[in-house]
């Protein structure tokens, strides 16, 4: 094992003990108001093209065993929650997949006062870009914590080991005025970068907001963030300044927006080429939740750190909606799509257009079993292909999870 690879996995086994450390000392402290759920599932699937590669290839078909343990506590004062995956491959067909398995520890603790709320987010991740890992369920509208815009990036399967820490802090000042900062922390290291376009980074992000309440039902917010963003072995180093001005709007009790645009500053230094760069940010949000339907959605424009060492301007579309279709059966629908552009002119691995659409259903047998099942097509188009590439998938997977307070 190399000293890389060594590092690695003692970091992995830290980030994992510590977790579960913290899973464990919570439970007691919270006592009867902890919601413990643990759930086992057994999957097949089927892919056409699972790393969404133009060249020949196989499809793939396997199993998999998938484990997760969450856990919740929210009351007036203290928010908890938490969520612990494994996901492990028993069987796969294919070139594809060459790590067996995922894990993922993702944790959030909030304390509220009268006048402020601190919170402290953060994640530890074991994944590959072809076989990724998530926090949220396909049944959860709730967008993904943790932004992402390297899906499809790479066509082999390359560990992945991702730690995020988010700490911030809002306070009141007055019953129409709030202000807040915080700090973000990504830090990225892939274990076999040969023959790919990754490269190992850590960003860093500081922000200070300003809300201020004009309606009942609206308020302007303002945002500034300072990023730092680093891939030593690139030789890429990015320093960026973002504004953002925007409008909240409460269009009920169960809907609300987000409308937001600024600009953003970036100064950038690489090998081969120095230089700046800016540009306009825009950002959409929109949340409705009814008594059969919940959905949220966003769309805009935004930078994000890559694994492909750069920093990129992102075009990007989520939409996350649910449908209880009866007492026992439900509809989840999930679409992703962006179109990444690197900051600098020299990286064209990074410039590609890419869009997921996945439908799913799922049946509750019994009070405690379910039966899951979807199908995910993706696409994909790089500036430096002359084609696109397709995917489709079909997953089913039987479910066995048991909400349990402690």
Known sequence: MSNK????????????????????AWGPVFGEALILEPSVSARVFYDDNAALTIREHEASTGSELLGALKLSRVTDAVELQGIARLNMLLD????????????????????KGELSRWQISGSWRRDSIVRSVRVTDLEDVSPEPDDDVDAGLVHVSVRRNRYIIKPSWNYHLSPRTEIGMGYGFDNVVFEDTRDTPLFDYQNHSLFGRHFYRITERDRITTTLSLKQFRASAAKRDYDSGNFLLGLEHSYSETAKGHFQIGWQHTR?????????????????YAEKRTGLTKFSGRLGRSTFASGAGDVVNSDELVFNMVRELSETTRFSLRIKAFQNESIRMDNPDANRRYISITPAFSWRITQWWSLDASYRYR????????????????????????????
């Open 92 to 111: 796969a067909g294919g070139n594809v997949y060459r790590d067996k398995d995922n894990q993922l520890i993702s944790l959030l603790f909030a304390r």
């Open 5 to 24: 690879n060594r590092k690695i996995y003692k970091d992995g086994c830290r980030g994992a003990g510590l977790g579960c450390a913290l899973l464990l």
């Open 379 to 406: 696409r994909q188009n790089r500036d430096t292909d002359a084609q696109s590439a397709e995917s489709n998938a079909i997953y089913l997977s039987m479910r066995y999870a048991r909400p349990t307070p402690l």
């Open 268 to 284: 950038y230094e690489s090998r081969f080429e120095d230089g700046t760069n800016e540009g306009y940010l825009a950002q959409i």
